[in-house]
Structure formats: C-alpha cells, structure tokens
C-alpha cells in the first residue's frame, strides 16, 4: 500500500496560514512586523525550522506575527518575491520586505535575525 503525503503542514499553535488570497491582508497591512515563511511539506530543512518558528511566534506575539506560506500552493506570492531556495524567511514592515534570512537556522539565530524586530 503507497502512503500518501501529507499535504498540509503538521498543526503550529502559534503561527498563522497565509495564501495568495490572504497575503496582502494578513502581511502587508499588519500593524506590526511579520515573518514569513516560505516553506514546502516535502522541505527536510522547513521541517526542522517551522517548530522553532512556532516558538518564537509564542514568545514575542506581542511584537511579532510569524506567518507560514506553503510555497507549492501560492505561486503568485512566490513570484512577487522571487522566492528561489527554501526555506527562506522574510521580515515585512509597513507593507515592504525588509529583511531576508535563506536557508534552516538555529533558534538562537534566528532570534538574532529578527531581533530589531523584537523591541
């Protein structure tokens, strides 16, 4: 018997889902700075950094929203910003993306990637 995959991410409590549809209202008009992550189910390393991720959302939630986007299912958005490797992770703020982190990181790095972001 062939399992199927998955398709949809494994459940994070702290993050939210956002899709083409979706993105410019739950990102570029947030109040404050949003981290999004391009990722992809069939992604080891995405795997491996969305916990983490879902961490940092619980922790600073009063700072930061941290956003998942599943790179296979939302095209467009990719495309708008021209995303090419996963997992890559972006800071957006006012609407613009101003920073880019490309590749798994630790917590801790991660932390030190967005901690403008956190004050």
């Not at 410019?24 to 969305?50: H, I, M, N, Q, R």
């Not at 495309?79 to 920073?99: A, H, L, N, R």
Request: hydrophobic fraction near 40%; aromatic fraction near 6%; charged fraction near 30%.
């Amino acid at each position: 018997m062939e399992l199927k995959e998955e398709r949809r991410r494994p459940q994070m409590a702290n993050t939210v889902d956002v899709t083409d549809a979706t993105f410019a209202t739950e990102v570029l008009t947030s109040d404050k700075p949003v981290l999004v992550d391009f990722w992809a189910v069939w992604c080891g390393p995405c795997k491996t950094t969305g916990p983490m991720l879902d961490e940092i959302a619980g922790e600073h939630k009063d700072k930061l929203t941290v956003a998942k986007l599943n790179v296979d299912e939302n095209q467009d958005t990719v495309s708008d910003y021209q995303v090419s490797s996963i997992p890559t992770m972006m800071v957006f703020k006012d609407g613009e993306p101003v920073k880019s982190i490309i590749g798994a990181k630790s917590k801790a790095d991660l932390l030190n990637a967005v901690s403008d972001f956190l004050q």
